[in-house]
């Protein structure tokens, strides 16, 4: 186990470093220079070299990186908007509470509905309650966020006029882009939950629990579902990334002060700094994810560690 953990920690450590330098290099990738863009065409030399400097443009491209990279680790400073003249620390700050509200939430509902579903589904094979979740579950998978977020609107907010369609408020305002975001991946973890529950039901372990004259439900959540339940604790830790991913559009519909939206508005406004520290973050954040995921599901099944120590 030791030496799993090891070995995955160095993988986490190369995995930063690679999303350290792609968010870094989204400055020099896109078209266009920065500072012409800030200064506008009129600018003179003068002040196009004078600004230059001023966001350390002018040195080296390693420096640059190196410089960058130190500043995020030494003191968390992400450098400042170039639209707004404040530290990109404080823009993210303010709005990290409402994403946070809005994927937890959602990842909520997600967990919450898709494990019942996938279990039913399973247990009812091929009658009309399985038919009916996985229908269900494809059609929420292949609804886009922007097009389910406008559906509830228009029914939820237009036609019965229940909930609130935009921006921030009480608790009702989170309903909304909340289900936009986690209804797709109540799909996902359904038909996940079904297909391991189905595979673990035909088990020797639980044949022999059936023969022995226990019941139905006994045999499903006492033997069957711990076991099924393993690659769906992985996938818990795995969604995290994909609902934030999600986020940035959901949170453009719904109009939801959160660090989607302001990606969004920072990639129009070509405000550099600002794109390069959310990249950095959801890329950071997809690592951990997945290194969190890795170490659960070796904690959990130890044929993973015993395999991995082996390799």
């Known amino acids: 186990m030791k030496k799993y953990i090891i070995r995955k920690i160095f993988s986490f450590i190369i995995c930063i470093l690679a999303v350290t330098l792609f968010s870094f290099s989204l400055l020099h990738l896109i078209p266009g220079d920065p500072v012409r863009y800030i200064l506008g065409e009129f600018a003179t030399e003068e002040q196009y070299q004078k600004l ?35 530290p990109v620390r404080e823009l993210i700050s303010e709005r990290i509470v409402y994403t946070l509200q809005l994927t937890g939430t959602a990842w909520l509902i997600a967990f919450a509905l898709g494990i019942p579903l996938g279990i039913a589904a399973a247990i009812y094979k091929q009658t009309a309650v399985d038919y009916t979740v996985m229908g269900l579950a494809a059609f929420l998978m292949s609804m886009p966020y922007f097009w389910l977020g406008l559906v509830l609107m228009l029914i939820f907010g237009v036609m019965l006029k229940v909930l609130p369609i935009s921006g921030i408020g009480d608790w009702r305002n989170v309903i909304l882009p909340s289900l936009t975001l986690g209804l797709p991946q109540v799909a996902v973890i359904a038909r996940l ?17 059936k023969a022995k004259g226990l019941s139905n439900t006994l045999v499903v959540f006492k033997h069957a579902l711990r076991n099924a339940l393993i690659p769906i604790v992985t996938y818990m830790f795995l969604q995290i990334p994909w609902l934030f991913g999600g986020a940035v559009v959901t949170e453009t519909v719904f109009a939801w002060p959160g660090m989607g939206r302001l990606l969004i508005i920072s990639i129009l406004q070509r405000d550099y700094p600002t794109v390069q520290a959310l990249v950095f973050l959801i890329g950071t954040l997809t690592v951990i994810a997945n290194f969190a995921a890795d170490l659960v599901y070796a904690f959990i099944d130890p044929r993973v560690r015993v395999t991995g120590e082996g390799a």
């Open 193 to 209: 939950m079904r297909a391991n529950m189905l595979d673990v039901l035909d088990k020797d372990y639980v044949m022999t629990a």
């Open 52 to 86: 230059k400097h001023q966001l350390g443009l002018d040195k080296p491209i390693h420096i640059q990186f190196i410089d960058w990279l130190a500043n995020i680790i030494l003191r968390g400073d992400f450098g400042k908007s170039l639209v707004k003249n404040v």
